[in-house]
Each structure stands twice: as C-alpha cells, then as structure tokens.
C-alpha cells in the first residue's frame, strides 16, 4: 500500500523558514512523482511544487518561486519542502502526494494526485 507521512509543521514568524518532510513507501519512486499541497483556512486546496526525480522536472507555484525548494533522499524514500522567507499567507495545512501524472503537466489548479498524505499544519505568524 502507497504511504505518506508528511511532517516538519509548526509556528514560524514571518521571514523564517521551515522545512517539512514527507516519508514515502509501498512505491517506487520512480513511478511517481511526489507533489505539495496545502489548503488555507476557508480556502481550495492548491498545488505548491513537484519533483519529477525521473525527468527531472520541477513545478512551482508562482507565489512560492524563489522562496521554496524541493529534495529528496531516495536512500530514505524521503521528500522535503524548505521553506523560505515565509508570509502569513502561507498559512495552511500542507499535504505532501504521490501521482502517476508527471509535474510536467501540473498547473496551479491541478489537485487530483493518485494518493494523498495526511497533511501537517504550518502557521506564520505576522
């Protein structure tokens, strides 16, 4: 079974940074990609960025170009999401995912990966 575990969440001020990580197993990595989401109090659920370590390939949200990065560890079958300069406006529970869909093809309205992980809250305060 496909499983994600996403963790690393708590409160930053405004400016810091914070770096999440989500564990993956049941699956080779290969064969999916590995994508943030989060979803903002009284808000959609949004892509954020995706690692394509297969072709190569990074999708980022515009809002997050330039203040957020993706790695992995494959020794550890690990995913991690450093997070940069954050803003209040990066409030939200944040939700780490696995999808055949390769990021080449995500696009900010795009949130239907294959599995989901539970998520872990970052809040930002002013």
């Known amino acids: 079974d496909v499983q994600l575990q996403a963790s690393g969440g708590g409160l930053v001020q405004a400016g810091g940074s914070l770096k999440l990580a989500c564990a993956a197993s049941?699956?080779?990595?290969?064969?999916?990609?590995i994508a943030w989401f989060r979803q903002a109090p009284g808000k959609e659920r949004e892509g954020v960025i995706c690692l394509d370590d297969r072709d190569n390939f990074t999708y980022y949200r515009d809002s997050v170009k330039g203040r957020f990065t993706v790695s992995s560890d494959n020794a550890k079958n690990t995913v991690y999401l450093q997070m940069n300069s954050l803003k209040p406006e990066d409030t939200a529970v944040y939700y780490c995912?696995?999808?055949?869909?390769?990021?080449?093809?995500?696009?900010?309205?795009?949130?239907?990966?294959?599995?989901w992980g539970e998520g872990t809250l970052v809040t930002v305060s002013s």
């Open positions: 995912a696995a999808d055949t869909v390769r990021c080449k093809y995500y696009t900010d309205s795009y949130v239907y990966p294959d599995y």
């Open positions: 049941g699956f080779t990595f290969g064969d999916y990609v």
